[in-house]
């Protein structure tokens, strides 16, 4: 964001101050979290299973329901190993339109009994935002459609992808999930390898693979991305602001 605001705003370097993101405060320190057993059970999964959470991309990405069907079908053919499960969430910016599309989507596979299909909406209160990361927080591997909640993910450092192509259909840059990748919000993302985007099905499933049996995968690239877009990430970014607005008064 310094960077941004320097190069395309012209603010002087000198009059920005680097503070981190207060909505992450809380998941530093372990204060608000739950165990994988309670969240577990909140999901209504056994105790035994792993999942993998699926975060929406919005009306603009209409093919994702391929992408889990397929998910769905390598889970049943046994490729995954066994009690591997899924976590649907809405796209975390969705109003409107956005809901309902995502509703649409996602609705054929809330009575999968491997599947748990969440629409309610997070970031909209401290319960909710505890719900979500810790959900979060206990997923194998995540997968965020070009979307912010990168930050806690990688925040939480678990396994995190996205997807560099359209389901079965071959879609237009113009209508693709591929033109996201050159938002240059997003540049520092997939350059970082923290991300990894999933080319085609194939590479998705190698992936998820890898990821189930070794949640340490681009540990590496994520603490990276981590020191690049969260800036400083000690749960002490709200006391920042508070100081630097008492400063200035």
């Given amino acids: 964001m310094k960077d941004f605001a320097h190069r395309f705003q012209h ?3 000198s009059q ?9 405060d ?5 204060k608000y979290t739950t165990s994988r057993e309670e969240t577990l059970k909140t999901l209504g999964f056994p105790q035994d299973a792993k999942y ?26 046994g490729v995954f190993g066994a009690n591997v499960y899924f ?18 989507k996602f609705e054929r596979f809330r009575a999968h009994p491997k599947v748990s299909v969440q629409m309610q909406k997070f970031w909209a209160g401290m319960e909710t935002n505890m719900e979500f990361m810790n959900v979060m927080r206990h997923a194998s ?14 925040a939480l450092d678990r396994p995190l992808l996205t997807l560099g192509f359209d389901g079965y259909t071959k879609r237009p840059f113009h209508e693709s999930v591929t033109r996201f990748a050159i938002r240059e919000h997003f540049k520092d993302v997939v350059d970082s390898g923290g991300q990894v985007v999933a080319k085609d099905f194939s590479h998705l499933k190698a992936k998820l693979i890898e990821y189930l049996k070794n949640p340490h995968a681009e540990h590496a690239e ?20 508070f100081r630097e607005i008492m400063s200035s008064l």
């Fill in 26 to 30: 809380y998941i530093y320190g372990g």
């Fill in 141 to 154: 591997a995540i997968m965020a459609i070009y979307s912010t909640a990168v930050l806690p993910a990688v």
């Fill in 222 to 241: 994520r603490e990276a991305l981590r020191a690049r877009i969260l800036g400083p990430f000690d749960g002490k970014a709200s006391e920042r602001i």
């Fill in 87 to 104: 976590v649907i969430r809405p796209y975390p910016g969705g109003r409107g339109r956005d809901d309902v599309f995502d509703k649409q």
């Fill in 52 to 77: 993998i959470m699926y975060i929406a991309g919005s009306m603009f990405c209409p093919d994702e329901p391929d992408v889990i069907e397929e998910m769905i079908r390598w889970e049943e053919e």
């Fill in 11 to 13: 603010y002087p370097l």
């Fill in 16 to 24: 920005m101050t680097v503070v981190g993101y207060p909505f992450l």
